[in-house]
């Protein structure tokens, strides 16, 4: 079967310092400057690369092998599992919303889609309120960080 993956430019330069996956790890973890929209929600798209191109999430999938389903559904529980206590939460449910940056070539093979995400999310209003938007978006692209290394469990 022929390898389906897209090779795309990172969306960068990133908001705030690209960081290593891990120490010494030549993939790096932007941000976009994020921002405030409708209804409170704060947005940025998160990405993966390497030199200068995004990864797939695939490149990130465990050892094993890729995982069913679409790579948002491990994702999503990491990153608010992290978040926890600063997303708000409304009706039990925690307000944060994630939504790949790029749909995979092959419907059928959602972990071969560029690693890219775009993510919103409403926080808490009296923790926001104690945090520069510097220190907000660390916090966020730190978690992304997290929860990316997850994805290989």
């Known amino acids: 079967m022929a390898d389906l993956q897209q090779t795309l430019s990172s969306p960068g330069p990133s908001y705030l310092r690209e960081i290593e996956l891990r120490p010494g790890d030549s993939r790096l973890v932007g941000m976009s400057k994020p921002q405030t929209v409708a209804d409170g929600w704060w947005v940025t798209l998160l990405w993966c690369e390497r030199d200068g191109s995004l990864l797939s999430f695939n490149d990130l999938a465990p050892d094993y092998g890729t995982p069913p389903g679409s790579p948002l559904l491990r994702l999503g529980p990491g990153l608010s599992g992290t978040l926890s206590g600063l997303v708000l939460e409304e009706g039990g ?61």
């Open 93 to 153: 449910r925690q307000q944060l919303r994630l939504r790949l940056g790029q749909p995979p070539l092959d419907e059928e093979a959602p972990w071969e889609a560029p690693l890219a995400v775009l993510a919103g999310f409403r926080f808490e209003p009296a923790r926001v309120l104690s945090m520069r938007e510097s220190e907000l978006a660390g916090t966020v692209l730190r978690a992304f960080r997290d929860a990316l290394l997850r994805l290989s469990y």
